[in-house]
């Protein structure tokens, strides 16, 4: 797989969020959502095509590839489980929401994966996220 970087992960979470609200995701819609300009969207949108996590149909609709869903639920993942576990422990859920998009990218597979083991253990109320989500049916 080529490397991404943390800003190119961030457009993969994004198409992925977008995509389990609606069916058809455009750059525009990826531009709103992340708060960004269209020409940094669309250089964006050439590199994760390139990269061959995404494939943008004819009719502008952006789709995540395997292994563009592979890197979208990962770093989903990573931000539902962070988010609410800071949540859980007292913090503001908008913050919580901001300092697990820092995290998200650079915790360790092994550290993130304790955690989980931990919030299984010792905090059955907080809900961790069924991966697999990005494969709804259109």
């Not at 970087?5 to 069916?23: A, F, P, Q, V």
């Not at 750059?27 to 940094?40: F, G």
């Not at 360790?108 to 010792?122: D, G, M, Q, T, V």
Request: hydrophobic share 40%.
């Amino acid at each position: 797989m080529p490397k991404i970087y943390k800003s190119g992960e961030d457009y993969l979470e994004t198409i992925l969020m977008l995509h389990l609200r609606e069916n058809f995701v455009r750059a525009v819609d990826i531009a709103h959502e992340m708060d960004v300009s269209k020409p940094s969207v669309s250089r964006a949108m050439g590199i994760l095509r390139d990269g061959g996590f995404i494939h943008i149909a004819d009719d502008g609709n952006i789709t995540l590839t395997e292994s563009g869903t592979e890197v979208a639920e990962r770093i989903y993942e990573r931000h539902c489980v962070l988010s609410q576990w800071l949540i859980d422990i007292g913090v503001d859920p908008e913050t919580a929401a901001e300092d697990a998009c820092k995290m998200e990218h650079d915790i360790s597979i092994e550290s993130f994966a304790k955690l989980k083991e931990h919030l299984r253990k010792s905090h059955p109320n907080v809900s961790l996220p069924d991966m697999g989500i990005a494969h709804k049916t259109n």
